[in-house]
T-cell receptor, first 112, second 117 residues
Framework: KQEVTQIPAALSVPEGENLVLNCSFT??????LQWFRQDPGKGLTSLLL?????REQTSGRLNASLDKSSGRSTLYIAASQPGDSATYLC???????????FGKGTKLSVIP | GAVVSQHPSRVICKSGTSVKIECRSL??????MFWYRQFPKQSLMLMAT?????????EQGVEKDKFLINHASLTLSTLTVTSAHPEDSSFYIC?????????????FGQGTRLTVV
């Protein structure tokens, strides 16, 4: 059974800092990995999708990497802003099933 | 990205009544839609997968007679919580994909906060 772990559970940084969020998964047989953002009481916004054959994806100040063999992904956020404050979720789509398995998320607070 | 609309965003109902939640893909045809439940400070848990025109596939431990899913068209799936009880209070989120097998991106609705009193 796939398990997804996100570390840290919570992170507080001053505005302008670069930061890294970590995601690990136990079964490397995946189709893809997605990073999402969730604001309190809201749905999920897709940030980046990395296919299993890719090693990284970039969108603006966000860069996500994938090391499938070691079961790890990182989300790098450059020059953080207070508007980046949210919970970031990592999810993997398994090769044997097309459901997403989610981590519990990292709650990010960017202090002005 | 594609847009998925979920309605209502919040609903309060009395114990014993039924509640219907709608999930619509606004600008694409979703062959597969997924329903998740999220408890406070917990991860999203998949409840069921629905494919247009066929019966939903429920995850282990999810009561199919309590959580009725209908996917009548390529743009609409509904989740009906029947005979709701306070323990059904939760945040329900749907997602939709262009196709199956996990190679496609999942787009999520805004979620529905259900409170059963």
């Amino acid at each position: 059974k796939q398990e997804v772990t996100q570390i840290p559970a919570a992170l507080s940084v001053p505005e302008g800092e670069n930061l890294v969020l970590n995601c690990s998964f136990t079964d490397s047989a995946i189709y893809n990995l997605q990073w999402f953002r969730q604001d309190p009481g809201k749905g999920l916004t897709s940030l980046l999708l990395i296919q299993s054959s890719q090693r990284e994806q970039t969108s603006g100040r966000l860069n996500a990497s994938l090391d499938k063999s070691s079961g790890r992904s990182t989300l790098y956020i450059a020059a953080s802003q207070p508007g980046d404050s949210a919970t970031y979720l990592c999810a993997v789509a398994g090769a044997g099933s097309y459901q997403l398995t989610f981590g519990k998320g990292t709650k990010l607070s960017v202090i002005p | 990205g594609a847009v998925v609309s979920q309605h209502p965003s919040r609903v309060i109902c009395k114990s014993g009544t039924s509640v219907k939640i709608e999930c619509r893909s606004l600008d694409f045809q979703a062959t597969t839609m997924f329903w998740y439940r999220q408890f406070p400070k917990q991860s999203l848990m998949l409840m069921a997968t629905s494919n247009e025109g066929s019966k939903a596939t429920y995850e282990q431990g999810v009561e199919k007679d309590k959580f009725l899913i209908n996917h009548a068209s390529l743009t609409l799936s509904t989740l009906t919580v029947t005979s709701a009880h306070p323990e059904d209070s939760s945040f329900y989120i749907c997602s939709a994909s262009f196709g199956g097998r996990g190679n496609t991106e999942a787009f999520f609705g805004q979620g529905t906060r259900l409170t059963v009193v």
